[in-house]
């Protein structure tokens, strides 16, 4: 009861130093580690924007640019390049940290996908510094950093104090979403962004041995400060076997004890399956393409997602991001044989099957003992129900770690044949560095072919309005024009291009509409055709009438539609589109 009387009177006094629009945080709770070390002192020459606010701020995008500009200048280990242009016209640039001449693997880290969850800029900035002139560059005695900064550019300058709620500080933070409002990471496979293209290209170009897509995760209030995660993270769902089995026995061990030593509490990154109830457990989820992880995981380069608590003061989660950055570095330069070996494995590997989708397994995998916060609960006037409060009283009990199970596996085919007319899915293929052959006159082939029965359109995402429907595969004689393209799986990226290609992905060119004039019949019957055409029918095909008969009777609001069944019987004629809902992307199975 004490403990509850004091929390109330904590809780009151915090609210109280509140503005009325100011979202009111949970308590902070006291924090000092061994990586405090790593922030320069006041008056330093070269102390960074942010350590120089004492993280309370983080500097724009031209003050970013000029102090990386005049650390360029004076070193010989840094070099800097535009590798792309945002649709308002920023340069997208990253910084090269190399020794010596000779060629070396790249470890590729990039900040600000989602330009509010900034503190990966602020670390990356202070590595530099101390790789430069501080006596860090041992660290690229084996390998080159490539530091992306600000990925998000736009949205990086769409800064303001109210962007991220649940998030303390910076004072001023950017916008989650680009210029043209996409979601950066959720734009991996599909590409629609320019910034995503230019990402995928210098990807291509680098060929990093890993490649860090630094964040901050908002949910529940717990006491881990640096959270992470991977494909393959305790042996799970892994496509590139080999890589994950790297991150998980190789990098994971010496991460996590380098946080530790540094004083901060690693763990896996946390998403919980219902925030008000966290005690009923958390996921680890099969990432899809659309995201940084899956799309490394599928395209076989080692990516890490790093998700630092947003509950946590932004000194704490820069000086996390730093150490998570460095120790990559060595792990990286350590380990760079047995990294590349794994990357040339799983780029070796032909897989026969691969799984599309996923649903939930009601059964945990696993449990872990989660260092979590203890919280209460308040009548809320506001939503008329019961709401948390988060207390800084530690807790430690048993969470329980949900997966999935497969939902839809297809059986890869030979190749894929993508039609002349789909010219911007080609473009998709060649971004990629997805191998595909041209063909310089038309082919009539006998293909697996794909027809989108009962399509719904979903709610518009991503620049995009998706397409949900029952796939239903049918055998064709295809003849693809001119200009058409067959894309062989016997190749190192044929998983990235099933999951483009397949019907079923949930990630790929049907679920996201990219063809959308699959959807559209342009020929029509009048009623004064079809209605005695049907007559006509019913009363010569025995077989037919007892499937309307059965339609009729399992479905009163067909039966009372007149429209409806006459379309019933005009899709069973011969003057139907055969063409309409058939995905024009074919598979090659023999």
Known sequence: MRFLILAAA?????????????????????????????????????????????????????????????????????????????????????????????????????????????????AGLMLLRDIALRSKDKLLDKVDLVFVPIYNVDGHERSGPYNRPNQRGPKDMGWRTTAQNLNLNRDYLKADAPETQAMIGLIRRLDPVLYLDLHVTDGIDHRYDVTYAFSGWRGLYARSAAIGRFL???????????????????????????????????????????????????????????????????????????????????????????????????????????????????????????????????????SGRDELRWLPKPVTFKMPVFGSLPDKTVSLPRAWWVSATLPHVIDLLKLHGIRY??????????????????????????????????????????????????????????LLAAFLLEPESEDGVLAWNMAPAMLARTEYIEGYAIAPLADRMLASDPKLKAEFDAKLAADPTFAKDATARLQWFYARTPYYDERFLLYPIGREVN
């Open 10 to 122: 904590l809780l009151a006094s915090a609210a109280t130093a509140q503005t009325p629009l100011e979202a009111p945080l949970p308590p902070v709770r006291p924090w000092h580690g061994a990586s405090e070390k790593l922030v320069a002192k006041a008056g330093d020459p070269w102390i960074t924007p942010a350590e120089a606010s004492g993280f309370v701020t983080t500097p724009n995008y031209a003050a970013t640019r000029a102090w990386i500009d005049k650390l360029v200048a004076a070193s010989p280990l840094l070099t800097i390049e535009t590798f792309g242009k945002s649709p308002q016209d920023r340069d997208l640039y990253a910084v090269r940290a190399h020794k010596g001449t000779a060629p070396k693997p790249v470890v590729l880290v990039q900040a600000g996908i989602h330009a509010g969850e900034i503190e990966g800029k602020d």
């Open 248 to 382: 998980d026995q190789r990098l994971r061990p010496a991460m996590d004890a380098a946080l530790k030593r540094s004083g901060h509490t690693p763990g896996y990154y946390v998403s919980t399956i219902d925030n008000r109830e966290p005690e009923k457990g958390m996921s680890q989820d099969v990432d899809t393409p659309r995201f940084s992880t899956g799309y490394g995981d599928i395209a076989h380069i080692p990516t890490v997602l790093v998700e630092t608590h947003s509950l946590k003061p932004y000194r704490q989660r820069v000086l996390g991001t730093y150490v998570f950055v460095e120790e990559s570095l060595r792990i990286a330069a350590d380990r760079a044989a047995e990294l590349r070996a794994a990357i040339d494995a799983d780029r070796a590997d032909r897989p026969a099957t691969a799984t599309m989708t996923w649903k939930p397994n009601p059964t945990p995998l696993y449990s872990v003992d989660f260092l979590g916060l203890a919280h209460v609960s308040y009548r809320s006037p506001a």
């Open 437 to 494: 052959e041209p063909i310089d006159a038309p082919r009539t082939l006998d293909l697996d072919m794909a027809r989108a029965t009962e399509p719904k359109l979903q709610s518009a995402s991503e620049g995009h309005v998706p397409l949900e429907a029952t796939i239903v595969h049918e055998r064709r004689r295809e003849t693809m024009p001119t200009g058409s393209v067959r894309v062989p799986a016997d190749q190192p990226l044929g």
